[in-house]
């Protein structure tokens, strides 16, 4: 089941063999239909390749998207300690009493 929430997860092999079969001239439309994979992912693929080597997303962002990302996750890990700390403090505060 693909989807948003549950996405699928190919192989760098199977990655190199579409953008190779899209480098041979077939169409995409085929490519797509017979692979059953969505519009855009070969195009990634391709630019990914093309770009940096990799089909891999970490591998063809920007440093400063890379910095972005980890900021991200740190704010959230972050977020979730203060609102741990938040609910233990009641807690806590019993028990001093």
């Known amino acids: 089941m693909a989807g948003p929430k549950h996405p699928r997860h190919y192989g760098e092999a199977f990655k190199r063999q579409i953008v190779q079969s899209c480098g041979s001239g077939k ?3 085929e ?3 017979e692979c059953d994979i969505a519009r855009s992912t070969p195009r990634r693929w391709v630019q990914g ?4 080597g990799s089909t891999r997303a970490a591998d063809n962002r920007t440093p400063e998207q890379n910095e972005l990302i980890e900021l991200r996750r740190r704010n959230r890990r972050l977020e979730m300690e203060v609102d741990v700390s938040g609910q233990a403090a009641p ?4 028990r001093q009493a």
């Open 31 to 33: 490519i797509r239909a």
């Open 91 to 94: 807690v806590f505060a019993r």
């Open 27 to 29: 169409p995409s439309r």
């Open 49 to 52: 390749i093309r770009d940096s």
